[in-house]
Nanobody
């Protein structure tokens, strides 16, 4: 199973980026798809998640600015990031849980840098 993230880059404060992550390989019954980030000198934190059955979940710091969505047919999760701030600068990783055991799969990360 591989998770391939894309869409990161350098943007000015107030700008937008859209991240994508495709899950491929022998993966069945995806449960939750999500995005985490790790900023320099900080712990990894959940940005947003979207389960197959219910409500999306967002970190307080991104509510109203970021939107997570998924295309189940394509095993793809997206993160639309608007009104970006310098404090959003981090490496963003996608994560997927699958199967009855909710096994976690992680992508390699994509760098997002927001300049002031």
């Amino acid at each position: 199973v591989q998770l391939q993230a894309s869409g990161g880059g350098l943007v000015q404060a107030g700008g937008s980026l859209r991240l994508s992550c495709v899950a491929s390989g022998n993966i069945f019954s995806i449960n939750v798809m999500g995005w985490y980030r790790r900023a320099p000198g900080k712990q990894r934190e959940l940005v947003a998640s979207i389960p197959s059955w219910g409500k999306t979940n967002y970190a307080d710091s991104v509510k109203g600015r970021f939107t997570i969505s998924r295309d189940a047919a394509k095993n793809t999760v997206y993160l639309q990031m608007n009104s970006l701030k310098p404090e959003d600068t981090a490496i963003y990783h996608c994560m997927v849980t699958a199967g009855r055991s909710n096994f976690e799969y992680w992508g390699q990360g994509t760098q997002v840098t927001v300049s002031s």
